[in-house]
Every structure is written in C-alpha cells, then in structure tokens.
C-alpha cells in the first residue's frame, strides 16, 4: 500500500500566510524593542554601581579646634569682642568625631620647615600682660612639645592668638585619622580638607609670619601624607582620571569611583584655591598628587570644588554634572545663634557632598541647632541622584 502522501496545501503555504507571518514578526520585533527602550535605562540604572559623589556627608568646620583657655578668651573679648564670638566653640577629638557620624573634617596647616616657628605663641605674653593667671600649656612636656619645634606642618587657627588644636602637629592628626580608619575597615570614605595659612597678622604686638606655600612646601605636604598612608588606603586624582587625558574630561564622562572601591580608604583635599598653580607645577591634571585641589570647574584638574557661600542652584549644576562639591551650612555661628536652619535646609537640598558645620550630629548648639541627618546616619543618599541605586544598606558598613 503507498504512504499516504501530505495534500500541497499543508506542504506549501500561501502567499497570503507568508505575509500573516511577516506581520507577526515585524510586529513581535517592534514590541520587543519598545519594551528594551522602555526597561533597558532602569536596569541600567539599578546595576550601575553607586558611586562615591552619589552620597551626602556631615563634615566639620575647623574640626581640630580646641577652644581658648579662660585667660585666652578674655583677652579676647578686650580687644576683639566681634572675632571672639565668631570663634567660641570647641570640637571634640577627630575620632570623637567620626565617632559620631563626622566624615568629612577640615584642617588648618602652617608650613614649619625649620621648626620652631610657632612654639611660642604671642597670646601668652598677652594673657601676663592683662594680669590674669596663666593658662595651661599649649603642647604638654616630652613628645608633643619636641614636636612645635621639630619641622613639620602645624595645626591650628590664628597663628599666636589661636594655636589650641585636638592634635598636634599635621602628623599627629593624620595618625589619628589612619587609627580609626584601620580600626573601622568599611568605613564611607572619609574627606580630609587641608587648609593652607599663610597670611601674615597686622597687630599692636609682635607676631610670627607664617611662611609661603610654594611648590616646595607643597611637595613636603604630599610626603608627609604618604608618610602615614599607605597608597592603596587613600584614593588619588590618578585613581579617578584613568584612562582620560585630564581629570575634569573623567569627572565629566566617567565620574568618581563606585562606593564600594572608596570604603575604608581616604581622600584628601586642597582647600585655597590660589595654591593650586604652585601644586600643579610638574603634575599637569595632578599627576603624581596626593590632593584634589579646589579647581574652577572646566579646568584640567577640575574635579572637586568649594562654593562655601554658593547659591543652592549653582551648587546643584555643579553637583549634577560630577563635581564633588563642598559648602558650609553655617558660618561664623552666626545661625545657630539665631537656631536659624534655612540656609542649613538649602545646602542639604542642593546636593553638595559636603556639608561643614560648627555643630555637627553628636555637638548641638545649647538651643538645639544642629547639622545630621535621620536616624544618626553616616550619609545619606543625594537628592540630586534621584535615579541612582541608594539605600540605607549602602550607606553601612
């Protein structure tokens, strides 16, 4: 018997099924793409890696202040009463500090490159003058007072009149940074501003004239730095150019690195901008550096900036096109007398990084003024990166 054989109609289709399938195809392709366009840029969004500057910080203002001793602050109120209600306040040691939340802190440095400049402090003249007792020592005997007359950056707010630091000197500080660092492995990054004195003081009295930052001090600076850290514990402008020409075309095209790569390491700061011609002398974009500097956005070595008195929508620009922005949310405490947060509330809207205050978590003003965030977070996720992949898991350790 032959096989029974498949009629031409089910062995050949028509034209017309041809073209029902090339419908169904083109019309299956269209829907695909439609849907890609449409879930592609989220999944995108939710596995790019949150990065470093897609987080906000509380940073302290001044962080190594100590304060005036009572003959000190008397003097004070005698001939400047204005200055001295702009400068009475006093901030916990540094690891106190990042104790309590603090992640960005704020040194004042004067180069001493022969040691000795500043081991003698006018105000104490001052304070014998006026007839009152004389106040405890600024370095205690041994080590921390070898260390005011050993070379070697010093810390501390007015030259003479205002020499009272938590730690003393530059390396003092930075050790104690390195110990909590290394003692806290997966810490947020945490920001160490370094700013540069050297204006001299026009007064009644003698005083000492600090000495310039130039190419050479700064040169001393970047050792000193490397002399207490590692380089894989803190993160470099050349970690963040890669393979890009100079620092801003990175900042701009690729941004700062994923927070995971920045936990438990450090990143320093160069705070006057008017040093950062003498920094960048041989290291064109900061080759070779240790600091950011406070760049002009859109320059070579633009990458982090201050705008301390900036408007929130300057700031925001700035912020959403990759810069690393620091502001203050007070100033000269003025508006924690007045427990006054509108300019506090603007710059934590605004999306800069780093937030400095006098009364950070953890040191509220005596009528309640205080610069945090809820719940006593470390950070907290940006308001400007609406679209990143932040949550308070990320923002532990």
């Known amino acids: 018997m032959s096989a029974t054989r498949p009629s031409p109609e089910l062995r050949q289709p028509s034209a017309r099924a041809h073209r029902g399938l090339d419908v169904l ?5 269209a829907c695909a793409a439609l849907l890609a366009v449409a879930v592609l840029p989220s999944l995108a969004a939710e596995s790019a ?19 005036l001793a009572p003959g000190e602050a008397a003097v004070w109120k005698r001939t400047d009463p204005a200055l001295f209600a702009r400068i009475d306040y006093a901030h916990p040691p540094l690891s106190k500090q ?18 000795g400049r500043y081991a003698h402090p006018a105000i104490v003249e001052q304070v014998a003058k006026a007839g009152r007792p004389a106040d405890p020592p600024f370095a205690s005997a041994g080590a921390a ?24 000197p530059l390396l003092a500080c930075l050790r104690e940074v390195s110990a909590w660092s290394q003692a806290h492995p997966r810490h947020l990054p945490l920001f160490v501003l370094l700013e540069t004195e050297e204006t001299p003081l026009q007064l009644a009295f003698p005083t000492v004239q600090p000495e310039p930052f130039d190419s050479k001090a700064l040169d001393a600076l970047d050792a000193e730095i490397r002399s207490v850290f590692a380089r894989k514990e803190y993160i470099a402008p050349d970690d963040v150019r890669g393979r890009f020409a100079t620092l801003n075309a990175a900042i701009r095209a690729q941004g700062w690195p994923a927070l995971d790569s920045a936990r438990g390491k450090v990143i320093f700061l160069l705070d006057q901008r008017h040093v950062g011609p003498a920094y960048l002398q041989g290291h064109a974009s900061l080759r ?9 956005p859109g320059d070579d070595d633009a990458a982090f900036t201050e705008l301390n008195d900036g408007s929130a929508e300057d700031i925001t620009r700035l912020v959403k096109q990759g810069y690393l922005v620091r502001t203050r949310t007070d100033a000269d405490l003025k508006e924690a007398l007045r427990n006054d947060g509108t300019r506090r509330d603007a710059m934590l809207a605004s999306g800069a990084q780093l937030l400095s205050t006098d009364y950070p978590d953890g040191e509220a003003a005596a009528n309640g003024y205080v610069v945090g965030f809820a719940n006593h977070q470390r950070a907290r996720c940006n308001p400007q990166f609406a679209d990143a992949r932040c949550s308070e898991a990320d923002l532990k350790p």
């Open 288 to 296: 070779g550096r240790v600091l950011f500097t406070n760049a002009k």
């Open 25 to 29: 195809a083109i019309a299956t392709h």
């Open 49 to 67: 890696p949150l990065r470093l500057n897609q987080l906000q910080y509380i940073g302290s203002h001044n962080s190594y202040h100590a304060g």
């Open 145 to 168: 007072a070898d260390a005011m007359r050993r070379p070697g950056f010093k810390v501390m707010h007015i030259q003479d009149l205002d020499q009272r630091s938590t730690c003393q």
């Open 98 to 115: 990042f104790d309590d939340g603090v992640r960005q802190i704020e040194l004042d440095i004067y180069a001493d490159a022969k040691g």
